[in-house]
């Protein structure tokens, strides 16, 4: 079967079960935009010198294939869709990352003010990771003010994975692991409104 098939071509888009509609509505607008982060996660893990980032973000993405396949399905075709044997977003995934953040937190990464992203490779791929989640989760945001989202576990799962991102980022700054940096830029927003470097020491582990 080729991947060319032409149906897409008036501007619309096949949910599961057949069902067509427009490719700017906003429940292709919320399953696209996860599709567009577990792209950018797919990036972070590739630049990830760190086995357990890149286990952790392995595990975002196949938990993101969940979501897509519950916002690619109208509120009226779930019941089928779970007959069907798909798996639906639930707190045990929300809880997985909770657990993580905790983990992260507990090591204490140095952090303060507004970061900057684009101390070293990894810590960059990441912050472009949060933000795509973050725009992610206004899109599934839009789609349940329309009414047209049953599992609002949606939002807290993306709401919690953009704060694991940001922590994964904030811990590989000060990761000699992943790649060239040290000199964090942080926006301190004092009076004069400059830009201030932080040297952060690197673990001597």
Request: glycine residues 10%; charged residues 30%; contains cysteine.
């Amino acid at each position: 079967m080729s991947i060319v098939t032409k149906t897409g071509d008036a501007g619309t888009t096949g949910l599961m079960y057949g069902r067509r509609v427009s490719k700017n509505h906003p429940r292709v607008e919320a399953y696209g935009a996860v599709d567009e982060l577990n792209a950018a996660i797919g990036t972070a893990r590739a630049a990830a010198r760190d086995e357990s980032v890149n286990g952790t973000l392995l595990a975002a993405q196949k938990d993101l294939v969940v979501l897509m396949g519950e916002l690619a399905t109208a509120v009226e075709d779930l019941p089928r869709y779970v007959k069907d044997g798909f798996a639906l977003v639930t707190a045990r995934l929300t809880g997985r990352l909770e657990t993580v953040a905790r983990e992260i937190e507990a090591q204490k990464p140095s952090f303060k003010g507004w970061a900057t992203p684009g101390d070293n490779l990894s810590s960059a791929t990441l912050d472009v990771a949060r933000t795509v989640c973050r725009r992610a989760e206004r899109r599934v945001c839009a789609l349940n003010e329309k009414g047209q989202l049953q599992n609002p576990e949606i939002i807290v799962y993306l709401n919690r994975l953009s704060d694991v991102l940001w922590l994964l980022a904030r811990r590989a700054e000060g990761n000699p692991r992943s790649g060239p940096g040290g000199a964090r830029t942080q926006w301190r927003g004092g009076g004069d409104g400059k830009m201030r470097d932080r040297k952060k020491k690197k673990p001597t582990n």
